[in-house]
Antibody, heavy 122, light 108 residues
Framework: QVQLVESGGGVVQPGRSLRLSCAAS????????MHWVRQAPGKGLEWVAV????????YYADSVKGRFTISRDNSKDTLYLQMNSLRTEDTAVYYC???????????????WGQGTLVTVSS | DIQMTQSPSSLSASVGDRVTITCRAS??????LNWFQQKPGKAPKLLIF???RLQNGVPSRFSGSGSGTDFSLTISSLQPEDFATYYC??????????FGPGTKVDIK
């Protein structure tokens, strides 16, 4: 069965960096686009970024563009989110999510990880 | 960006009730509309994709309809496990994905 397990969250000061990981199993990771979606405490869902199955394309929400970088290692079935210049408003649970479209991405999410909490605070 | 709105923002209902949640897009999104269910402390779960297609494993009491700018999610007979927050999400612009603000369904 599909499993997505995030790690790397924690407490970090404003302006610092953090890298999240998402270990995937149960499907052919290298054939699917992958997303990061976040949820601030008590708030709704916000899409963060997507990367194509072959790493050739990546797109970001305006709120993180230029600060966050999505990447993947298909040899390790792992997705990453490098977060630089963190702000207090980046505090959220970060979910990785699988796109359902094979060899493309359609912008939906058929499987989600359990999430990892990032707290940006001085 | 395409803005998504939902109504109501919350509702109270009883087991067995028929519940309908509406979602509106700021521009036409054809049928590029998905519905998610989220329970407290858990990840969202895909219920409906392409406005009306039921995700594998989702009970048939859930249904979706609509196209263009107006959509709805209906639960035909509310069950105890359905008390949760429901989000709509557009993927018409798959490079700038947006969610609705959510509708919380709780017990009357």
């Amino acid at each position: 069965q599909v499993q997505l397990v995030e790690s790397g969250g924690g407490v970090v000061q404003p302006g610092r960096s953090l890298r999240l990981s998402c270990a995937a199993s149960g499907f052919t990771f290298s054939s699917y686009g992958m997303h990061w979606v976040r949820q601030a405490p008590g708030k709704g869902l916000e899409w963060v970024a997507v990367i194509s199955h072959d790493e050739s394309k990546e797109y970001y929400a305006d709120s993180v563009k230029g600060r966050f970088t999505i990447s993947r290692d298909n040899s390790k079935d792992t997705l990453y989110l490098q977060m630089n210049s963190l702000r207090t408003e980046d505090t959220a649970v970060y979910y990785c999510a699988k796109d359902p479209r094979w060899l493309q991405f359609e912008g939906s999410f058929d499987y989600w990880g359990q999430g990892t909490l990032v707290t940006v605070s001085s | 960006d395409i803005q998504m709105t939902q109504s109501p923002s919350s509702l109270s209902a009883s087991v067995g009730d028929r519940v309908t949640i509406t979602c509106r897009a700021s521009q036409s999104i054809s049928s590029y509309l998905n519905w998610f269910q989220q329970k407290p402390g858990k990840a969202p779960k895909l219920l409906i994709f392409d406005a009306s297609r039921l995700q594998n494993g989702v009970p048939s009491r859930f249904s979706g309809s609509g196209s263009g700018t107006d959509f709805s999610l209906t639960i035909s007979s509310l069950q105890p496990e359905d008390f949760a927050t429901y989000y709509c999400q557009q993927n018409y612009d798959s490079l700038s994905i947006t969610f609705g603000p959510g509708t919380k369904v709780d017990i009357k």
